[in-house]
């Protein structure tokens, strides 16, 4: 939870519920602590999801790689999201490269709201990359967030068949509980060190990470489309009358 805006949204939606009988729901079952304990049992849970569609890929992934100047001898560690250190907190992703092997490169997708230490080894693509491509020619999504909902970037990664790595925050927790493991998961304060370990653990292409990956895919297909978030909110707005 965080008391930059969650828990002011939660407070806004309660007072709405409680003036003029809005309906509430919530994108996570981690979300709901967030709510004050007498309406909790009204928020119906929606989970997101994502258009396959939209990580389709168009190109084929040497060309992208060569468009940002990368072979297939790099190893591409991708961050998608709002370039926000305390946030998003992609420094550590950065520092985490340049502590693996020449060879690896950290390449980060979106708007720079704050800007990072870039190092020799990390790329900045501007949003308008799509990022279908973009997850084709990666090696894997590495997302350090120190806390989310439900993010879209790895319910991205899990349609695309690329490994995941983040951090232990309680939604990713409860992903990995309810399903089996999704995605390879550090410590929220991970050291660099602990990140590089994690995602050299994963590029190695074990069994483990094979097995990790489709079963996340499998999942992913299943729950967490935009098809099936649709029919969620079908099925709950259908309730209401």
Not at 125 to 137: E, Q, S, T
């Given at each position: 939870?965080?008391?930059?805006?969650?828990?002011?949204?939660?407070?806004?939606?309660?007072?709405?519920?409680?003036?003029q009988g809005?309906?509430?729901?919530?994108?996570?079952?981690?979300?709901?602590?967030?709510?004050?304990?007498?309406?909790?049992?009204?928020?119906?849970?929606?989970?997101?999801?994502?258009?396959?569609?939209?990580?389709?890929?168009?190109?084929?992934?040497?060309?992208?790689?060569?468009?940002?100047?990368?072979?297939?001898?790099?190893?591409?560690a991708l961050?998608?999201?709002?370039?926000?250190?305390?946030?998003?907190?992609?420094?550590?992703?950065?520092?985490?490269?340049?502590?693996?092997?020449?060879?690896?490169?950290?390449?980060?997708?979106?708007?720079?709201?704050?800007?990072?230490?870039?190092?020799?080894?990390?790329?900045?693509?501007?949003?308008?990359?799509?990022?279908?491509?973009?997850l084709n020619?990666?090696?894997?999504?590495?997302?350090?967030?120190?806390?989310?909902?439900?993010?879209?970037?790895?319910?991205?990664?899990?349609?695309?068949?690329?490994?995941?790595?983040?951090?232990?925050?309680?939604?990713?927790?409860?992903?990995?509980?309810?399903?089996?493991?999704?995605?390879?998961?550090?410590?929220?304060?991970?050291?660099?060190?602990?990140?590089?370990?994690?995602?050299?653990?994963?590029?190695?292409?074990?069994?483990?990470?094979?097995?990790?990956?489709?079963?996340?895919?499998?999942?992913?297909?299943?729950?967490?489309?935009?098809?099936?978030?649709?029919?969620?909110?079908?099925?709950?707005?259908?309730?209401?009358?």
């Amino acid at each position: 939870p965080s008391v930059d805006w969650q828990l002011p949204v939660a407070a806004e939606a309660a007072l709405a519920h409680h003036q003029q009988g809005i309906h509430l729901a919530a994108v996570s079952e981690v979300c709901l602590v967030n709510f004050p304990d007498e309406i909790r049992q009204m928020v119906t849970v929606i989970e997101n999801g994502v258009d396959p569609a939209r990580v389709a890929a168009t190109r084929p992934r040497w060309e992208v790689r060569r468009e940002i100047g990368l072979d297939e001898s790099h190893r591409i560690a991708l961050f998608v999201g709002r370039i926000h250190n305390e946030q998003k907190n992609p420094q550590l992703l950065i520092d985490a490269v340049d502590l693996l092997g020449h060879e690896w490169r950290a390449v980060l997708l979106g708007p720079i709201f704050d800007r990072p230490k870039f190092s020799s080894k990390s790329i900045h693509l501007c949003p308008d990359w799509n990022v279908a491509n973009i997850l084709n020619a990666a090696d894997m999504l590495v997302h350090p967030a120190r806390h989310e909902s439900h993010g879209l970037a790895i319910n991205e990664a899990w349609l695309a068949r690329r490994p995941v790595v983040s951090c232990d925050y309680p939604v990713n927790c409860l992903f990995n509980l309810k399903h089996g493991e999704m995605m390879k998961l550090v410590p929220v304060d991970a050291s660099p060190l602990d990140l590089a370990t994690a995602m050299r653990e994963v590029d190695f292409g074990s069994m483990t990470t094979q097995e990790r990956t489709a079963r996340a895919h499998r999942v992913a297909s299943r729950s967490y489309t935009a098809h099936k978030m649709g029919c969620r909110w079908s099925d709950f707005l259908a309730g209401l009358f």
